[in-house]
């Protein structure tokens, strides 16, 4: 980031609060896999806000701040978003803190314990919040997700093509995930993207929800960057969600179990490929090299989907017998 522009975002925060710059300061407070970038504002009072630098040449800042007001409206747990000034990329939000959820997974009953909170966020999320609006979740967007895996990871990353099940499982995943009910979907629902603050989970990094279906965001959750559950404990929260949204209305009592669970592995695998995709375009396109170190822990994940999916046990077993032992080898050439 360029003197130049931090002199702007300093000045622009300064005036904010109708102070000149060399009353605050202004002090990294991280980053993530786009073009934004975080900064901790601290007042002469000691008090301290957050100052979102999004670039408008790469980052429309305007879904974020929508959504914010939208969710905050609702009395979900969000940043406040106190100014916009969307010509230079600048945000002013509430600063919620240096936690992260994953910090805190320590053992297993923090684990569950901060889990079962966050299914119940979720819950909220799309109980007070109508997805009207939002982009629909469609099957040409989980289809443009889906792509980015033979693209990306097979043939740039690998030099692997596709083997011949993947169209059937592409076919098979799109349609599990167009025959759920479609709510507001967060898209991003990871473990990194709650913030821990006064004890309470706060949801950031909303930008991209769209309208789409209900076990997203469970997947984004149970399957995402820091935990590994077993079968059991899969299974466990995803009935415990499926109990809770039958009983508020969100699934109808003819949505069964069964047929939920078998959804769920759907959008994980779904999520599992997207993600193996974008972690190797983020190495070979914006040259982020630090995402290649995640991508057995995704393999992992697609496994566990797949073994939900019998009728796909060609692609699963070539996703073991091909698929892994090549990111294996790959890595150990690119020592990760």
């Known amino acids: ?152 990871c097979l043939n740039a990353w690998l030099g692997l093509s596709a083997p011949d099940s993947w169209t059937a499982l592409r076919d098979e995943l799109i349609d599990q995930a167009l025959a759920q009910p479609v709510v507001f979907v967060h898209r991003d629902f990871d473990a990194m993207n709650l913030m821990v603050h006064h004890q309470q989970l706060f949801m950031i990094d909303f930008q991209d929800a769209v309208a789409g279906p209900i076990s997203y965001d469970v997947i984004s959750l149970l399957r995402g960057r820091y935990q590994r559950f077993s079968d059991e404990q899969f299974a466990a929260f995803v009935e415990a ?15 069964d179990a069964a047929t939920f669970l078998k959804q769920c592995q759907a959008m994980a695998a779904q999520r599992s490929l997207k993600v193996l995709g974008i972690f190797c375009r983020l190495t070979l396109r914006d040259h982020k090299t630090s995402y290649l170190a995640r991508l057995p822990h995704f393999l992992d994940h697609l496994d566990d989907s797949l073994a939900g999916l019998p009728a796909h046990d060609d692609f699963a077993r070539w996703a073991q017998d091909t698929l892994r032992p090549a990111i294996m080898a790959r890595l150990n050439e690119a020592d990760v």
Request: hydrophobic letters at 40%; aromatic letters at 8%.
């Open 241 to 255: 969600f499926h109990h809770a949204a039958q009983r508020d209305g969100r699934l109808s009592n003819r949505h």
């Open 1 to 152: 980031m360029s003197s130049s522009r931090i002199n702007a975002l300093t000045t622009w925060a300064a005036h904010q609060h109708g102070l000149g710059a060399d009353a605050i300061s202004i002090a990294p407070a991280g980053g993530d896999a786009s073009f934004r970038r975080y900064f901790r504002l601290t007042l002469p009072d000691g008090t301290t806000q957050v100052v979102m630098d999004a670039p408008p040449q790469q980052e429309d800042s305007q879904p974020f701040v929508a959504i914010a007001r939208r969710l905050h409206s609702a009395g979900l747990p969000v940043p406040q978003v106190h100014a916009a000034d969307y010509a230079q990329g600048f945000l002013l939000l509430d600063d919620l803190g240096s936690t992260p959820l994953q910090q805190l997974f320590t053992d297993d009953a923090v684990v569950r314990g901060y889990h079962n909170q966050a299914l119940t966020l979720i819950a909220d999320l799309q109980n007070r919040v109508s997805p009207t609006s939002l982009p629909a979740y469609d099957a040409a967007l989980l289809g443009r997700e889906l792509d980015l895996f033979p693209e990306w």
